[in-house]
């Protein structure tokens, strides 16, 4: 049974150009959120997708962007990029909206800004 | 709001020592509490949680007890070994209040040497 899948799994982009990380959920899974951690912090939420909506955002700009397809797969896009926004960035899913039984979280996306 | 504060590390026990990682927490509403892990280079894993007061969570040898009149999560075992050696988050999930976003401590890292 296949987990939460993200790719690509590093990525090396420039300061002031766009990236897009893709997440695919756990079986059966229809909701997907999307956390940044910086190196030795815990993970902060960007935002949750549900039924193909944003449903929830954390406290980040517009530049951060997302979207979830019909077969609840999503994507995190930010543009514009700052050194700032190095971090791995980690997709959970879960079955349904709310977190009572913990999310399943993905090995991440290491962003490299340089 | 809601916050997690975490023990500060890093943490060093000689294996078969026994472990206590401290974890309060604020939150608006009723929060279901959690314990994750992270071992170096991979996403969170899931140890433990528990949706009201006075559960325990447990896992691999590792429990945690929810305290609402003193707001605790602690994260406890008592033969730690080896392999146990990782970065352990605390993390709440508060429905009722700001909706069902992770709210994550800044994670103590934990090494055992044989």
């Known amino acids: 049974d296949a987990g939460v899948t993200q790719s690509p799994t590093h990525l090396i982009k420039t300061r002031g150009q766009q990236v897009t990380l893709r997440c695919s959920p756990k079986s059966g899974h229809d909701t997907v959120s999307w956390y940044q951690q910086a190196l030795g912090q815990g993970p902060q939420f960007i935002f949750q997708?549900?039924?193909?909506?944003?449903?929830q955002r954390g406290n980040f700009p517009d530049r951060f962007s997302g979207h979830q397809f019909p077969n609840y797969s999503s994507e995190l896009n930010v543009n514009a990029l700052l050194l700032g926004d190095s971090a791995l960035y980690l997709c959970a899913s879960s079955p349904g909206r709310w977190g009572f039984y913990g999310y399943t979280f993905g090995s991440g996306t290491r962003l490299t800004v340089v | 709001g809601n916050s997690v504060t975490q023990m500060e590390g890093p943490v060093t026990l000689s294996e078969e020592a026994f472990l206590t990682i401290n974890c309060t927490y604020t939150?608006?509403?009723?929060?279901?509490l959690f314990w994750y892990v992270q071992y170096p280079g991979e996403g969170l894993q899931l140890l433990l949680k528990a949706t009201k007061a006075d559960d325990k969570g447990s896992n691999k040898g590792f429990e945690a007890t929810y305290r609402k009149e003193t707001t605790s999560f602690h994260l406890e075992k008592g033969s730690v070994q080896v392999s146990d050696s990782a970065v352990y988050f605390c993390?709440?999930?508060?429905?009722?209040?700001?909706?069902?976003?992770?709210?994550f401590g800044t994670g103590t890292s934990l090494t055992v040497i044989p």
């Open positions: 939150a608006t509403g009723y929060p279901s």
């Open positions: 993390a709440l999930s508060d429905p009722q209040g700001t909706g069902n976003q992770f709210y």
């Open positions: 997708y549900y039924e193909e909506e944003e449903r």
